[in-house]
């Protein structure tokens, strides 16, 4: 394990050693950009870097233990790809009268007209696609060092710094306005001042009455435990970002719902309470103030509640209705390629719809629900 900024990241690297066919690094332009200003270089045979390959990816996370909890919080933050370096020489007397080194393919002279092709490709600062055989990685030259003994003769090494995979730029999560953790941790603030609020209310209420205000926030605790347990779920993975937007839509609803009924339970029965004959001799004038204040505020803080969770699942549902195109159920011979190329006219499309589902492979299940996701440039 290693820790960035705070940031502990899980490591997973590998090496790659079998001769590739090709080597490959492909200017990628953006948006308004002319193509015509993209160059390729491919180095083939004696060209090619010096083996082996190394690769190493990590996961972003974050743990976080709090006072008392035996069991600590994980948000996973996403993964990335560590910089690769690579090194070699390019020598005249194979680069001349070859294709070992081409530029849009055109054959380049040269060790030094390699030289120059990849040191401009590192001057214009690109965002480049750079392809050893079926290993894809896209990022920029965030280095690139010559070491010349002769000029026919040139030592050479290049490090790229990567952003990702070559993975479509689609975002495979809600957006980032509203987060389960972000509600279930506004919610069980709220709900823990209600607890405490209700400490002194049984002093001015009915058995029969204690039994409703017990049972109302026991109902709202398993509301909480259950927002809980969806963050949970989430960022382990256990289920899509999606479908836990749906569940914590839901159980707000149903949250409202309960702290409204409390609230009129309250309202109904303390305010009577309160000015009843029948109070007990040692529930003193003094108590009855502080019972009264106490209702007021556990009414403000239920109200608080009801609010927030309706507020909440508002903006939840907004988001999945945003970002959610369509819904289909799976059929036997189905897969998620023939699904992106149904709905977005590329095949290669399918990672994109497994990221958003949280599934791992392209195999659709007969009856198997997959939500696909809006294309970015439309939410």
Do not use: C
């Amino acid at each position: 394990m290693a820790s960035t900024n705070g940031v502990t990241v899980g490591e997973l690297g590998y090496s790659v050693t079998h001769p590739p066919t090709a080597f490959t690094m492909q200017e990628l332009g953006d948006a308004g950009e002319g193509t015509d200003a993209l160059h390729t270089i491919v180095l083939k045979r004696r060209a090619l870097p010096y083996r082996p390959l190394t690769l190493k990816g990590t996961q972003r996370h974050e743990i976080t233990w709090y006072p008392g909890n035996p069991v600590a919080t994980l948000q996973v933050l996403g993964p990335t790809e560590e910089d690769t370096s690579l090194s070699g020489v390019w020598k005249d007397v194979f680069i001349r009268g070859s294709d070992f080194a081409t530029l849009d393919g055109r054959n380049l002279a040269d060790a030094k007209a390699v030289i120059d092709a990849v040191d401009q490709m590192r001057r214009r600062g690109r965002k480049i696609r750079v392809t050893w055989d079926e290993i894809i990685r896209e990022g920029i030259i965030s280095d690139f060092t010559q070491t010349w003994d002769r000029r026919q003769d040139i030592a050479w090494s290049i490090t790229f710094a990567w952003v990702g995979r070559g993975d479509p730029d689609v975002a495979p999560t809600l957006s980032p306005t509203v987060t389960v953790s972000d509600i279930a941790s506004k919610t069980s603030s709220v709900l823990a001042e209600l607890t405490l609020d209700l400490v002194v209310l049984p002093y001015a209420a009915s058995p029969s009455m204690l039994d409703r205000l017990n049972a109302g926030l026991d109902k709202l605790r398993a509301r909480q435990q259950e927002l809980l347990d969806v963050t949970t779920q989430v960022l382990n993975r256990a289920i899509a970002p999606i479908d836990g937007a749906r569940r914590a839509a839901s159980t707000l609803l149903n949250m409202a719902g309960d702290a409204l009924a409390m609230a009129q339970t309250i309202e109904a029965n303390v305010a009577f309470s309160l000015r009843s004959a029948a109070l007990p001799i040692r529930f003193t004038a003094g108590l009855a103030l502080q019972a009264a204040a106490t209702s007021r505020r556990a009414l403000q803080n239920l109200k608080a509640l009801r609010f927030l969770a309706l507020e909440r699942q508002s903006k939840l549902t907004t988001q999945v209705e945003g970002d959610v195109l369509s819904q289909l159920l799976g059929t036997d011979g189905d897969d998620l390629r023939k699904v992106a190329q149904t709905m977005f006219g590329d095949s290669a499309d399918w990672r994109v719809i497994a990221v958003f589902n949280n599934v791992r492979t392209a195999r659709i299940s007969a009856g198997q629900k997959i939500n696909i996701p809006r294309p970015i440039t439309s939410r």
